[in-house]
């Protein structure tokens, strides 16, 4: 049990430092930062940002370079789901008109920083 609570604490960092580099990344690209890891009922938007007139919703998923899949592969359609139901309470909470879109900010971590891979429109809100 230990180990699966150190591994666990592991992840959580590695996360945490992962969503704190994404947002060091997007300002230097002149993104303004709204709000970081805000929440709506048991949802969470990991940033939420404005690029010009775009409001954006990242999300920022970071996997050390021995994972065996890629940091984007994890945004499956479930969670897709659980990001566009935060995006519209957002949106309806403060009254949003601009329009929005959905970006991934994938991190692998290398031994000397972050492999980055900045997915703009990485998904769409489905019709249904």
Not at 4 to 17: H, I, L, P, S, W
Not at 64 to 73: G, H, M, N
Not at 79 to 94: N, S, V
Request: some cysteine; glycine content about 4%.
């Amino acid at each position: 049990m230990y180990k699966v609570q150190v591994k666990m604490a592991e992840r959580n960092d590695t996360g945490r430092a992962g969503e704190s580099f994404a947002q060091t990344y997007l300002k230097k690209k002149g993104y303004m930062i709204l709000h970081t890891n805000w929440h709506w009922h048991h949802f969470e938007l990991d940033i939420v940002a404005t690029d010009g007139e775009w409001l954006v919703i990242v999300e920022v998923k970071t996997r050390s370079a021995d994972y065996l899949t890629s940091p984007e592969e994890a945004v499956d359609r479930k969670k897709m789901k659980r990001i566009i139901a935060a995006a519209d309470a957002y949106i309806r909470l403060f009254n949003i008109s601009s329009p929005a879109r959905f970006d991934i900010i994938s991190l692998v971590k290398m031994e000397e920083g972050y492999q980055v891979e900045h997915i703009e429109d990485a998904f769409l809100p489905s019709c249904r």
